[in-house]
Nanobody, 124 residues
């Protein structure tokens, strides 16, 4: 079991920055991957960024070059630095703890735990 608590959301003008934090209730060192997802109004939840135990990262094409995921294992915390924000980044952002599986040579991630979400609103 792990509890995830997000913080750092809010209202920002287009072009601005925000840093989201996700504090875990226990060590994240043994968790295969930590992720940030978002769910815009009326749309499905989508992966924004993920960081693996080995420090590898991947990003949605829409945020590459603007968002950076990082972690501090000593603080059991994962961050999402968001720069050059756009109105289309408006969404509820969720932190996740993901489990890795390998099948037929491919790697898959399944989310085992979610945070409660934090609202990010970008005004034009």
């Amino acid at each position: 079991q792990v509890q995830l608590v997000e913080s750092g959301g809010g209202l920002v003008q287009a072009g601005g920055s925000l840093r989201l934090s996700c504090a875990a209730s226990r060590s994240i060192f043994s968790i295969n991957a930590m992720g940030w997802y978002r769910q815009p109004p009326g749309k499905q939840r989508e992966l924004v960024a993920r960081i693996t135990t080995g420090g590898g990262t991947n990003y949605a094409d829409s945020v590459k070059g603007r968002f950076t995921i990082s972690r501090d294992t000593a603080k059991n915390t994962v961050y999402l630095q968001m720069n050059s924000l756009k109105p289309e980044d408006t969404a509820v952002y969720y932190c996740s703890a993901d489990r890795r599986t390998i099948s037929a040579g491919s790697v898959y991630y399944t989310t085992d735990y979610w945070g409660q979400g934090t609202q990010v609103t970008v005004s034009s």
